[in-house]
Each structure stands twice: as C-alpha cells, then as structure tokens.
Antibody, heavy 122, light 114 residues
C-alpha cells in the first residue's frame, strides 16, 4: 500500500527551529516528486514547494522561498520541511503529498499524508 | 502566478439535487502539445487531508463515484455533483498544475445540505 506517514503535532515558541517529516512507503521514493501544502486554521490550501528525491531538485513557491527548506533523505525514504525561526503566523496544518505519476511535478496529488499540526505560540 | 477563482464560496443543496461549482483560471491551463487541461478537483472533509476527485479537468480518479464529473477547458471549469448525497458535504478545491512553481489552488467552495 502506498502511504505517506507524517510526524506528530508540534508546539513551539516563536524563534525556535523545527523540522517535520514525511515517510514514504509502498513505492519507489526516488521516482516521484513530493510536495508540501500549508493549510492555516479555517483557510484554504497553499502549495509551498516540491522536491524530487532522486536528485534533490527542489522548487519553491515564491511565497515560501527563503522561509522554509524542503529536503529529502532517499536512504530512509523521508522528506522534510524545516524552519529556522518560527513565527506565530506559521501556525497551520502541513501536508505532504505525492503526484499520481512518477517523474513529473506537473501532476495532481493522489496520495496525501495525514497532516502535521504546527502551533507556534509564546 | 496563475490565480484560481472559485464560485460560489458556499452553497446549500437538497439531497438528491445537483451541485455545481465553478473555477476560473487567470491564464489558460490547456497544454497545447498534448491537449490536456492541467486542472484537478479535490474534496476535503473536516479533519481529513484533501482527496483527489478529478484530474485533466474531466478524468475521474479511480473509486470516485460517477455522480462527480468535471468539465471545461482553457480557463473555465466546472465540478458537478449530479445527485448530492449526505457524504458529499465537504469543501471542494480546484488546482492548476500547468505552471509551476507555484501550483495554485482555488479558495474553496463549501457544500452543505439544504
């Protein structure tokens, strides 16, 4: 079964760093892009960026470029989303998702992680 | 960036009646080399991740009931639920994946039972 399993909920203070994870199973991790999507409380979906684990090619939304870092460790089939200094406005649910066809980022997401809730509060 | 605009923001439909959601893109999402519209529809229920319903504007994802259908081309698209069921209460999003980065989503349409 193809699955993306994300790390658990986090509660952090402003200024702290954080890395959340997305572990893939059931398919060839290096052959599919993985994207990250933010959903702020009560709001819609925002695409943050995507990575191709095969060669670490990474694309960011201009809205998130410089604010987060997307990475992947192909030896353990895991993608990451990282912040260097969190803000209260980073409070949101974060989803990882995989496109429905290998090798292309220009595909819809047919597999989603369960989401990781990040709360940033002093 | 391609801006995706959905309408209405919400709608209430009686059980068994038709629900229609519109999505307009600020630029065409039709790729001329393969004649495909890079447009998808998702359903999101409370507390769940989004679920892919339709892609290439009109191709139903495996396992999606046939009461869900997508249509349109270029910049104007529609998701239709032909006979609304109680389990269809959700927020629906359109998404373009023609021009990345970034992929962009519509603002969402909340569907409720009248």
């Amino acid at each position: 079964e193809v699955q993306l399993v994300q790390s658990g909920a986090e509660v952090k203070k402003p200024g702290e760093s954080l890395r959340i994870s997305c572990k893939a199973s059931g398919y060839s991790f290096i052959s599919y892009w993985i994207g990250w999507v933010r959903q702020m409380p009560g709001k819609g979906l925002e695409w943050m960026g995507t990575i191709y684990p095969g060669d670490s090619d990474t694309r960011y939304s201009p809205s998130f470029q410089g604010q987060v870092t997307i990475s992947a460790d192909k030896s353990i089939g895991t993608a990451y989303l990282q912040w260097g200094s969190l803000k209260a406005s980073d409070t949101a649910m974060y989803y990882c998702a995989r496109p429905n066809h290998y090798g292309s980022a220009r595909e819809p997401f047919d597999v989603w992680g369960q989401g990781t809730m990040v709360t940033v509060s002093s | 960036d391609i801006v995706m605009t959905q309408s209405p923001d919400s709608l209430a439909v009686s059980l068994g009646e038709r629900a229609t959601i519109n999505c307009k893109s600020s630029q065409s999402v039709l790729y001329s080399s393969n004649n495909k519209n890079y447009l998808a529809w998702y359903q999101q229920k409370p507390g769940q991740p989004p679920k892919l319903l339709i892609y290439w504007a009109s191709t139903r994802e495996s396992g999606v009931p046939d009461r869900f259908s997508g249509s349109g081309s270029g910049t104007d698209f529609t998701l239709t639920i032909s006979s609304l069921q109680a389990e269809d209460v959700a927020v629906y999003y359109c998404q373009q994946f023609h021009s990345i980065p970034p992929v962009t989503f519509g603002g969402g349409t909340k569907v409720e039972i009248k």
